[in-house]
């Protein structure tokens, strides 16, 4: 079965530096990723998505991220984090058959910036 | 507006009360879906349904049921609410043409006493 692991629970930023957050999954095959981004008392909102093609996907809000086969995994990067980045961050992998991915998610990594 | 809207946004009930937590979307999306978050364990899948026929338990089922009253429209009832269901709810959607991906609400926070 497939599953996703965020192994930092909370990660702490200073303002301005570069943040990476780590996603690790299991799948037999090929999985679709996703970052999806949850502010305090808002839902989830879909940062960056990889089904194919090129390894280093862009995505909004300045994120990126990018896909190692060889690591099975899909961390996310930010070269300068911001105030407002302060947030839960979600990594998800879609398995399933052609015509419906079934998200898993990770449990979740809480993003604190510091000024 | 938001193109997924979850009503009502906070609750608070009595254990064995029955509750019904509402979506909605404009998105035009024939896939809808209900989870729900626990600190620590992120997102579960508790039922999802491909169009208005078709209604499919997810991993945690147990408790809950659902109905899928059009295509815009998909609600979540817990029919004795007992306080380990207290969580935040999402109802998401999904477009199955392209690359799928689920597009979510704000969110149903659920207390139950």
Redesign the interface.
Known sequence: AQS?TQPD?HITVSEGASLELRCNYSYGATP?L?W?VQSP??????LL?Y?SGDTLVQGIKGFEAEFKRSQSSFNLRKPSVHWSDAAEY?CAV?AGNT?????V????TRLLVSP | DADVTQTPRNRITKTGKRIMLECSQTKGHDRMYWYRQDPGLGLRLIYYSFDVKDINKGEISDGYSVSRQAQAKFSLSLESAIPNQTALYFCATSDPRGVETQYFGPGTRLLVL
């Open positions: 996703v629970i679709y996703f999806y008392g808002q839902g989830l909102q879909l998505k089904f979600f879609g015509g419906f991915q079934k998200l998610f990770g449990t979740g």
